[in-house]
């Protein structure tokens, strides 16, 4: 109470509240975020106009037939502070990003588009840089950039650069892979330690005052993927957790399914130097967006095959059995905490914020 | 993680819980003050592990959740001018003033930057010196002293164009007036752990001798919480009343000395409004007349302010321990984070958010 306090008894407000907010009339990072509002924009913004059977399937990828054979289309745009940060940079992400949404889809990425946003004034080595490392990703994930286009804006109307990348892939025979496809009794395997991108890039940008010895897991994922197919094993769903994190692919996994998802927290693979950076921004790992990491979700009798396979491959060393696909509460994901108790494995509603104390 | 991991070991946390189960033999009501500690009980699911005569109600302790809605429309006033670069925490800027949030004024073009530490404010100050950087200096005891700090530095680097906009509020007051109140439940108190390392624990003896009433420095861990709720159904079942600290690797009875003397050198109590409770004396703190030059609310002209708060949420006896976030009715129906009708389902310290997060709705748990 201080120097100057008393103890005299104090008479209370009745409970009194803001006016709710009304729905936001403008565009909010946010809707960028991965989370709820980004789902809305999706869902209630573009899927009504766009409407068709293959748009629905909320995919990574959209599948279509042609002349025959299946192919997976997708897209990704990418922009990111800083361009270059350790483990990579916006052009490997770039390349990677659309690798694996095609990946995910259990098809084999073939060709890639690529359209530049140059912002006047970049510097023309920083361009070579970014280029001279989407080759070497494309090198690294067996894909050819078959078509690009480049415009340029005024300075201060772009971050330095902005990449779109789309790319299609082909499909195999037999290969149903696909986010409704989750039955209860299967099994969760997530590839590797969870937050290693979002940290590593939130570093680099030093806005925090924090550094932590991390460097981005962006990598294409398409040959892992290869090898688990390849086992011969039953994959039902593919996806790699990038922006909203394992928290939010999950959840939409356990959406598209109608089934739920239980996580076992004491399995979650997590670096030992993100832990301690989420602990000190008040993050939750399970949020943090990776790059170069996918759920498997397998039918339980492959499991143990499926994990092996994914430890021998270069790009899944570290995968772990995170949790289990049950009956309900269906469109949800629960974790058992590492104490023995239960709780829900919410999406984010925005953006990931730093809290206060 | 060194210091982390130990307090959440499984073992050692059902080793404190079967004590407590053996210690109780009748109901008790403790309230836990922090926002911090509340997010960490429904977290790891404490609560639903402790035997059922324990019940923990969820305090005032989020520095969002409080701050009146004044100050908000004040902040965002002063975030919408062009010459000002408007910083804050970043849970401040998802909540609703009268609406709208940072969020949007940022949306509309305003300078709205999440920092982590008001020297970061300094800093943006001195590499914007066209610009006016404000600094929105929200908190409770724990961020005081970074806050103070870095008006005692803007003065001795000569920063002219930095100001901070204060709502800070202390903790015992608002315990005293918990307790004091006329429908009050609370029996005992688990005392705020980052609070009570920045200020000691020399505030509670006073209110626990007044209100007969134990109080127990608490931490934040699943052991650290364990362990002070055994500590507080210990007292509470011997009748003994008093302070005790349960968080004795990070809380000493005199607390940071050198960071309590930050504080007084800048700020002073004053009375405070607590958004949702209502004003209690000597709660606050604001800058001293000698540091008035970096008063945002002197330095803006911000006209008048007109706020208006409507009766529609029951914030106010959630954060009074007189009622749980799911016994609101529009609570994750109308009222959701991406909605919030009340600071305390935006805020990550507020206990509606808390609830909504880790799944407290009645049917899902009944589900699961």
New interface residues.
């Given amino acids: 109470?201080?120097?100057?306090?008393?103890?005299?008894?104090?008479?209370?407000?009745?409970?009194?509240?803001?006016?709710?907010?009304?729905?936001?009339e403008?565009?909010?990072?946010?809707h960028g975020s991965g989370g709820?509002?980004s789902r809305?924009l999706v869902t209630k913004l573009f899927l009504p106009p766009f409407d068709n059977p293959i748009l629905r399937a909320g995919d990574d990828a959209g599948i279509v037939g042609i002349a025959g054979s299946r192919l997976a289309i997708s897209t990704d745009s990418h922009v990111v502070t800083p361009l270059f940060f350790p483990g990579g940079d916006i052009g490997r992400l770039a390349v990677c990003g659309t690798v694996n949404d095609l990946a995910m889809m259990g098809a084999t990425p073939r060709y890639l588009t690529v359209g530049f946003i140059l912002e006047e004034g970049l510097e023309m080595r920083v361009l070579e840089r970014v280029v001279a490392s989407m080759r070497a990703a494309a090198q690294e994930a067996v894909v050819q950039i078959v078509a690009g286009d480049t415009k340029v804006v005024q300075k201060g109307k772009a971050d330095g650069l902005y990449i779109n990348t789309a790319g299609v892939g082909s499909v195999a025979d037999g290969v149903e892979i696909a986010g409704a496809n989750a039955r209860p009794g299967d099994v969760v395997i997530l590839s590797g330690a969870m937050g290693d991108h979002g940290i590593a890039v939130l570093s680099a940008r030093g806005?925090?005052?924090?550094q932590a010895q991390v460097t981005s897991d962006i990598a294409p994922l398409n040959h892992l993927v290869g090898e688990m197919l390849t086992a011969g094993a039953d994959i039902h769903v593919l996806r790699d957790p990038t922006r909203g994190g394992v928290a939010t692919a999950l959840n939409e996994i356990a959406q598209q399914s109608n089934a739920g998802i239980i996580l076992d927290e004491?399995h979650l693979p997590v670096r030992?130097a993100v832990?301690?950076a989420c602990?000190m921004?008040?993050f939750d790992p399970l949020y943090v967006a990776n790059e170069g990491k996918l759920l498997a979700v397998v039918a339980p009798g492959d499991a143990e095959r499926v994990l092996r396979v994914m430890r021998a491959s270069l790009y899944g060393q570290g995968a772990a059995i995170i949790g289990h696909v049950v009956t309900?509460?269906r469109g949800?994901v629960?974790m058992r905490?590492?104490?023995?108790?239960?709780?829900?494995v919410?999406v984010l509603?925005?953006?990931l914020?730093?809290?206060?104390? | 993680m060194k210091y982390v991991t130990e307090y959440r070991d499984a073992k050692l946390v059902h080793g404190v819980l079967e004590e407590i189960r053996h210690t109780v033999t009748r109901p008790w009501t403790l309230m836990e003050i922090c926002g911090g500690q509340t997010h960490a009980i429904v977290r790891h699911g404490i609560d639903q592990l402790l035997p059922s005569q324990v019940e923990l109600v969820h305090g005032p302790g989020c520095p969002v959740c409080v701050t009146p809605l004044e100050l908000i429309d004040k902040a965002l006033a002063i975030a919408s001018r062009p010459d000002v670069i408007f910083t804050s925490y970043g849970d401040m800027l998802r909540v609703p003033g009268s609406g709208r949030h940072l969020f949007s004024v940022r949306a509309m073009g305003g300078d709205v930057r999440v920092v982590y530490s008001p020297l970061d404010a300094v800093k943006l100050a001195q590499q914007n010196p066209d610009k006016q950087v404000v600094f929105f200096a929200i908190g409770f005891e724990t961020t005081a002293p970074a806050n103070a700090m870095s008006v005692l530095q803007a003065r001795a680097l000569g920063v002219q164009n930095y100001s901070v906009l204060v709502s800070h509020a202390c903790v015992p007051p608002a315990m005293h007036a918990i307790l004091s109140a006329p429908l009050n439940r609370v029996q005992g108190f688990l005392a705020a752990g980052h609070v009570s390392a920045v200020m000691g624990y020399w505030e509670y003896p006073p209110l626990a001798e007044k209100y007969q009433v134990p109080i127990v420095v608490t931490g934040f861990e699943p052991l650290d919480i364990a362990q002070g709720v055994l500590t507080l159904v210990q007292m509470l079942e011997q009748g003994r009343v008093g302070v005790e600290n349960a968080y004795v690797r990070a809380v000493t009875f005199q607390g940071n000395l050198p960071a309590q003397q930050v504080i007084g050198q800048v700020l002073e109590l004053c009375d405070r409004k607590w958004r949702g409770i209502g004003t209690i004396p000597m709660s606050g703190w604001r800058l001293r007349p000698e540091f008035r030059e970096y008063d945002a609310e002197a330095r803006f002209d911000l006209g008048e302010i007109h706020t208006h708060e409507s009766p529609s949420c029951i914030a106010g006896k959630i954060l009074q321990g007189l009622a749980k976030p799911h016994d609101c009715p529009v609570f994750g129906t109308t009222c959701t984070p991406e909605r919030p009708l009340g600071a305390t389902m935006v805020s990550s310290e507020g206990a509606c958010a808390a609830y909504y997060k880790y799944g407290r709705h009645h049917a899902l748990l009944e589900q699961a």
Avoid: H, W
Wanted: proline content about 12%.
């Fill in positions: 109470m201080g120097e100057n306090g008393n103890l005299n008894p104090v008479t209370l407000e009745g409970p009194v509240c803001p006016l709710p907010l009304q729905p936001t403008y565009v909010v990072l946010g709820k509002l809305d806005e925090l005052d924090f004491a030992p832990a301690a602990e921004l008040g309900g509460p949800r629960l905490t590492a104490i023995g108790s239960t709780r829900v919410d509603a925005g953006e914020l730093p809290r206060i104390c």
